[in-house]
């Protein structure tokens, strides 16, 4: 058994979160303090955010390690995911984990006690699941949840992936060994992926990596009820793109 690492980079891609970037910078914040043997770093994306999210990352870096890459316009998730992770990969050392969680404070931050201690036992890839014994979601709306459980019997039964059973939540834990194998892979884009799909996206990109990739997941105790504002997922619009992109991957494209 590994020991539990001590390094961690939290990614969090962030368009017009100012509302709920001070209560999860204040999650991570206290994250760090229960564990003053962790380097805890955290890396905010902002994807052209027209709020006062900027400001709400720079009113925290007083107290945390905080950077901010900053997007002048909006281009998507996938960009603003890709772009976090390669600033993560640039600062942290060989044996970090990093850390990828959804900017609007909707993923519990204690989770990831839990998640390290899975990487410590052999996991390279961790991913908070909403469909594992155990796991609640409060607040999305029923269509929603019918089209994540379809949408992960889909990717289940097109690329069986052991381990794994919620393809598309972005709440996860990585070796960092396991992102710079992936980048490696594909000359630097990660993912090539623009919107909502990208999680999907990126999970196919480890699966084909090869020695293979250790695969695991914990519960996710979901609060969507702590979401401010709209949700930014075009429902129908991310259904299609996922779709196009299963058959693109399946057909090796």
């Not at 594992?132 to 889909?154: D, E, H, K, N, Y």
């Not at 059973?165 to 194998?181: E, I, K, N, V």
């Not at 992926?193 to 293979?212: E, H, K, N």
Request: include cysteine; hydrophobic fraction near 45%.
């Amino acid at each position: 058994m590994d020991a539990t690492p001590r390094a961690i980079t939290i990614v969090l891609p962030a368009f017009n979160e100012e509302a709920c970037l001070p209560a999860l910078l204040g999650r991570i914040r206290e994250l760090a303090s229960r564990h003053l043997t962790w380097h805890v770093r955290t890396v905010v994306v902002d994807d052209g955010s027209t709020d006062g999210s900027r400001h709400a990352v720079a009113a925290a870096a007083s107290a945390m390690s905080v950077d901010l890459v900053v997007h002048e316009r909006n281009l998507g998730l996938g960009r603003t995911l890709a772009d976090g992770l390669r600033r993560a990969l640039e600062i942290s050392p060989e044996d970090a984990v990093i850390v990828t969680m959804d900017a609007d404070d909707t993923h519990p931050v204690e989770l990831v006690e839990t998640m390290l201690a899975r990487i410590a036992e052999g996991a390279d890839v961790v991913i908070a699941s909403r469909f594992r014994p155990g796991a609640r979601v409060i607040g999305v709306p029923l269509v929603r949840r019918w089209i994540s459980v379809a949408a992960a019997l889909l990717v289940a039964s097109l690329f069986p992936t052991r381990g794994v059973r919620d393809f598309t939540c972005g709440f996860r834990a990585y070796r960092r060994s396991a992102l710079q194998r992936v980048r490696e892979r594909t000359g630097d884009t990660i993912v090539s992926s623009s919107g909502f799909q990208v999680q999907c996206d990126l999970l196919l990109a480890l699966r084909a990596l090869r020695p293979r990739v250790v695969f695991a997941e914990v519960p996710l105790f979901l609060r969507y009820d702590r979401k401010q504002g709209r949700s930014k997922m075009r429902v129908l619009r991310t259904a299609a793109a996922t779709l196009g992109l299963l058959l693109r991957r399946r057909l090796g494209v």
